[in-house]
């Protein structure tokens, strides 16, 4: 079983919003899709680029940086493909949204 740490209040992310956290030690994007939580590593494997400081559009981020495109459900990269990023269990319990860094779960890539 995961262990949950308390990452942000569900009254900071709107729906459509995103804010990049870190959670014992681990610097992650938490995104409100249509009111459902979702974390992810908040780091742009291309260079580095902050992805909570990008464009949400529905479940998918763009890098700031170079326009690199992730599923914030899945980690899988829209654009231009091949890689993922590691995403995180996320619960809610009362107001406190609540993510399990420690069970990072990686999609699988199509070569």
Partial sequence: MGQFVKAAKTDEIQAGRCIGVKVEGVFVGIYNVAGEYHAMNNICPHLG????????????????????????????CVWPGQTCIATYPVKVQGDDILVDVNSPVYAKVEA
Avoid at 60 to 72: G, N, Q, R, S
């Fill in 49 to 76: 680029g902050v992805l909570s400081y990008g464009f949400l559009s529905d479940s998918v981020i763009t890098c700031p940086l170079h326009m690199w495109e992730f599923d914030v459900k899945s980690g899988k």
